[in-house]
């Protein structure tokens, strides 16, 4: 059934279960775990439901989506319903983080919240960066300079819009503005809503209503593209850069040791 036997087993794995133990947990056998663990057989609708509320993971997540990508087991339930894998590793069990095209940005609020079309999107490795989920997004217009149009800006997952730390600056996605690069200040007490202010003063700051948004990501790290042409910033350019940056940071964390 899908990807439900490589799923179960890395889940447990990813607990430190034995098959005796999460069999236990389950009431039932632990012959039943090692048939759907190897494949020769398949959950029913139940099983399902009972592995479902077990690992805190919608069934067609756990049926269609490859979790051995992920090296822990703290998703992060963003949503009801939704879930976000908060690490993704490659085969030298390096973290990589997703990188969102300009081409395709406009597509990002429909599809932020699918594994599939979160899971095709080119990823890279960036070492240098903080525990926690990543992402990189390109930047529109010129609202936020020095960045310019076409720049790409690596954000921090923030699960809860009540940590956000005002004055810094966010990537927001919210059902009305779509996708945006702010510095965002607080006022849920006020007004429950965010402000978000642009650093080019010719841009007026409005508010968004709390409820409205649906993805925080607070700035790493970026790389501005003012200086290179338009026929250079294609996506294989745009990750050079950010593999080049990761080299170069982690060359001078090196000489400062």
């Known amino acids: 059934m899908y990807m439900i036997a490589s799923n179960i087993r890395h889940l447990r794995t990813l607990k430190k279960l034995s098959q005796e133990a999460l069999a236990k947990d389950l009431s039932i056998t632990r012959s039943r775990i090692g048939s759907y663990e190897e494949g020769r057989s398949e959950p029913s609708i139940e099983m399902l439901i009972a592995f479902s509320n077990y690992f805190k993971l919608p069934v067609d997540i756990l049926i269609r989506t490859d979790l051995s990508k992920t090296k822990d087991g703290s998703f992060l339930n963003v949503a009801e319903n939704r879930i976000l894998f908060p690490m993704v590793v490659d085969l030298e069990d390096d973290d990589l983080i997703e990188v969102v095209p300009i081409k395709a940005s406009a597509g990002y609020l429909n599809g932020y919240d699918d594994p599939e079309y979160i899971d095709q999107l080119q990823k890279i490795k960036l070492p240098f960066l903080p525990t926690g989920k990543h992402r990189a997004f390109p930047i529109k217009g010129d609202s936020m300079l020095p960045l310019k149009d076409g720049s790409f800006v690596v954000g921090q997952f923030i699960e809860d819009v009540r940590d956000i730390q005002n004055g810094r600056t966010y990537v927001v996605l919210?059902?009305?503005?779509?996708?945006?690069?702010?510095?965002?200040?607080?006022?849920?007490?006020?007004?429950?809503?965010?402000?978000?202010?642009?650093?080019?003063?010719?841009?007026?700051?409005?508010?968004?209503?709390?409820?409205?948004?649906?993805?925080?990501?607070?700035?790493?790290?970026?790389?501005?593209?003012?200086?290179?042409?338009?026929?250079?910033?294609?996506?294989s350019s745009i990750i050079r850069m950010f593999n080049e940056l990761g080299v170069e940071l982690k060359a001078l964390e090196k000489m400062m040791q």
């Open 174 to 235: 919210t059902n009305s503005q779509g996708m945006v690069y702010k510095r965002v200040y607080n006022q849920i007490k006020e007004n429950n809503s965010l402000l978000l202010v642009s650093d080019n003063k010719t841009y007026n700051p409005y508010l968004v209503p709390a409820q409205d948004v649906l993805e925080l990501w607070e700035f790493t790290c970026c790389i501005n593209t003012q200086e290179y042409d338009e026929h250079e910033l294609q996506m």
